[in-house]
């Protein structure tokens, strides 16, 4: 049996569910609210020593990291088969995939947490504010947190973590101009990991970054097309995440259009 513990609009989870889906796989869920820090258990950590979520467990074997997952859920289920053929493709797909683990999440991670959820902390009192720090227990990971949260899209780390969002947007359309899938001919494991990606950006109300880029726009509503994409995504999205990411991306965009404009200057 298998079984997927994962958060609602975690990126990373809408990966391995965007896997499931396209497999048309069953499995059992286990729903963590990572606001209210159901991930960071003693139990949980049994499952994902690095306490994040997705983990998958398949007949009681953990399995962690969702490019690894879905990497695992494609060989152990081959049925319908989300690796190129071609090995020149299949190096492409890694070659994508590759790049969410090594900046894209964590870029993805600021411009969400900068624009739109610094807001459910600047709601806190100041001495709740310390609390939900002191949690952290690496010094350094607190000191990131507090710029974030008190400096929002001013902060040092948003504009590089920016910018690494609109070159995902550049590379992924200079590709799509030659294939019509980012590994090549046929939908893959790349297109499913980029997919949150992109959707985290039109979420946050950044689409504008793709006006100019008619060949991520297409791919973009063929993936929302295919009946992966509402599995994955709307039954597990929450109401009051999605109005704050665009609530307060539709506020910063002016500033972040601005941002993008000066770099290219
Ligand atoms: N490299 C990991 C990253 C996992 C990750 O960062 N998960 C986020 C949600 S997308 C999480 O668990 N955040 C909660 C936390 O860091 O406390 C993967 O691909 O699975």
Excluded at 60 to 81: A, K, Q
Excluded at 125 to 153: C, M, Q
Aim: net charge negative.
């Amino acid at each position: 049996m298998l079984e997927l513990y994962h958060g609602g609009t975690s990126v990373c989870s809408v990966k391995v569910r965007l896997v499931l889906a396209e497999k048309e796989l069953a499995w059992e869920s286990h729903y963590l609210s990572l606001d209210r820090r159901e991930h960071q258990t003693e139990a949980y950590r049994a499952i994902n020593p690095n306490l994040k979520v997705p983990a998958l467990v398949d007949d009681g074997v953990p399995v962690v990291e969702s490019t690894v997952i879905n990497e695992y859920l494609d060989d152990r289920y081959p049925e319908v088969p989300l690796k190129p053929e071609a090995p020149h493709e299949r190096a492409r797909m890694r070659l994508w995939t590759q790049q969410l683990d090594t900046g894209i999440h964590a870029a993805a991670g600021t411009v969400t947490y900068c624009i739109a959820y610094r807001h459910r902390r600047l709601a806190l009192s100041k001495e709740e504010f310390e609390t939900y720090l002191a949690k952290k227990p690496v010094a350094e990971h607190r000191e990131r947190s507090r710029d974030r949260i008190v400096n929002g899209v001013k902060s040092k780390q948003f504009a590089p973590a920016l910018a690494r969002m609109e070159k995902m947007v550049v590379d992924m359309d200079r590709q799509l101009a030659e294939t019509p899938w980012l590994a090549g001919e046929s939908y893959s494991l790349a297109d499913a990991g980029f997919t949150p990606y992109i959707n985290r950006l039109d979420q946050l109300r950044l689409n504008p970054i793709w006006a100019d880029r008619p060949h991520v726009a297409d791919w973009y509503a063929r993936i929302r097309a295919r009946p992966s994409f509402e599995i994955a995504t709307g039954e597990w999205f929450d109401e009051e995440s999605l109005t704050l990411m665009a609530e307060k991306g539709a506020e910063e965009w002016p500033s972040l259009r601005d941002m993008l404009d000066s770099k290219a200057a």
